[in-house]
């Protein structure tokens, strides 16, 4: 039950309401569509009845709860930059793996000392310094992006220039080979061990060697020197117990020996 200090108010706001609502609702009463008189004109009703101002402080205006649609996809519309472009500029040192021009699209290729990954990434294989270059030889439109090991050097190198590869390493001609070098070979007698040097052999088949190169037969010729002299091996006989049991112990003495070598080495470093 309501207390008597609040009846006046609410009494106050029952007599401001109940004749608006009254209005209200005889404003927004239908007409009818036929008069009596067609002659007369039709009267609209209106569609917005005018609100008195005693209402005013007490109309509701609603606001959205909810963010509005498509505001969820507003940053996708517009993505963070994906900072492409050159990363080292001609000239600059770079080491292997270092990024120098990130693409979308091959706009530069990659030159000596240079690759691209499957992002059209360009980057550096060996240390050195950056050159942006074109090569009319290898394509007339490409532009290449290469590293050079010394800081005054220029691309593209001339063809069949000598040029340096991985491990900084310069191509140059190959000595000549020596026309001529005496050889010599050893032999031991009664009276000790001599060295001289001994004329070339010449094969009966074979060509004109070198001094101090002898004639030497294949392998396979020399495989069957056994079986030129009648030496026959004898077959292997699995139910021979002697040749099995010579054949273990050799194993077991042979385990011991790697095992007292391995004990020694043990003690050694321990003694360390």
Avoid at 1 to 26: G, K
Avoid at 27 to 40: D, L
Avoid at 113 to 129: P, S, V
Wanted: aromatic letters at 8%.
């Amino acid at each position: 039950m309501l207390q008597p200090r609040l009846l006046a108010p609410m009494r106050a706001l029952e007599r401001a309401i109940v004749p608006s609502v009254r209005s209200y609702s005889t404003a927004t009463r239908p007409q009818s569509i036929f008069p009596r008189s067609f002659t007369a004109p039709v009267s609209i009703p209106k569609t917005t009845p005018a609100i008195p101002r005693t209402l005013l402080p007490f109309s509701q205006v609603r606001f959205a709860s909810h963010a509005s649609q498509g505001t969820a996809n507003r940053h996708s519309r517009d993505p963070a930059g994906k900072r492409l472009g050159a990363k080292r500029t001609g000239g600059e040192y770079v080491v292997p793996g270092c990024i120098i021009f990130r693409q979308r699209g091959s706009l530069w290729f990659p030159g000596d000392n240079c690759a691209m990954g499957r992002d059209h990434t360009i980057y550096a294989t060996q240390a050195g310094y950056v050159r942006y270059y074109l090569d009319p030889e290898r394509h007339p439109d490409r532009r290449y992006i290469g590293v050079v090991f010394e800081k005054d050097g220029k691309l593209p190198h001339p063809r069949n220039a000598p040029s340096r590869r991985k491990l900084n390493m310069t191509t140059i001609p190959r000595a000549e080979p020596v026309e001529f070098q005496s050889d010599l070979v050893a032999s031991i007698d009664e009276s000790g061990t001599q060295v001289g040097s001994v004329e070339a052999v010449k094969a009966d088949s074979g060509p004109q060697l070198r001094p101090g190169y002898m004639y030497r037969e294949a392998n396979w010729v020399i495989g069957r020197a056994a079986e030129k002299a009648g030496i026959i091996a004898p077959s292997y006989n699995r139910k021979d117990r002697w040749l099995a049991w010579r054949k273990r112990q050799a194993r077991a003495e042979r385990a011991a020996q790697m095992k007292s070598l391995k004990g020694k080495k043990k003690s050694s470093k321990k003694a360390k």
